[in-house]
């Protein structure tokens, strides 16, 4: 099981490196010189989506550290890696197809199907950790979860919005980081003895 993990982790981080450089590639090189500094949005959605994408590795390498390899987790932690690998080809729709509401939400749907893996990866991994952790990392454990069902549910209200309005669809994804750090904040202060009461719960104590 231990090699299982370390082997799973390795492949993790090799297909983060890969998505990473993939996202470059798929800028491309325009036909004009004029273009390169004539469109500065392509520059702005390749900056956000390399963020993204390292903020998915961070999280995913903290997650490892209660990871258990069962064959629930393992096939979830590949739709993961199968969501985060679907950044580039949404980045590219985004730059080929700009102002178009169904490349916005093929570049939505990535960071949708990261976020709802890693919610569930979160939780099972309080489930399996619940014995052998302490108090303060269970704790923090269950805090992450919130957080990442924080991130879920703005992104379908993006997803609602775009029914109606790409801009405020595209809008509320560009505050994305702003909203969640008001969320960091708010789960900061629920009482430790409510976070302990909801994640024995979600724990199955």
Known sequence: MVDLKRRLEAFSDIVFGLCLSELALLLG???????LI??????AVFFGSFAIVSAFWYSHHRMFRYFYPG???VFLNFAYLAFAVLVPFGMQAMI???GDPIAFGVYLASFSGT???MFVL??????HNASRLAEPESLELYRRALR???????????FGLLRYSLRNASLSLFLLAPIMLYVRWGIRRIPEVVLTGLGARAAGK
């Open 122 to 127: 979160l939780v099972r991994g309080l489930q």
């Open 96 to 98: 080929k197809f700009s």
């Open 115 to 117: 976020s709802v893996t």
């Open 29 to 35: 090189i325009p036909s004009k010189p004029i273009d």
């Open 148 to 158: 990442m069902a924080g991130v879920c549910i703005v992104l379908l209200v993006a």
């Open 71 to 73: 064959r629930i987790d």
């Open 38 to 43: 004539d469109h500065p949005m392509r520059y």
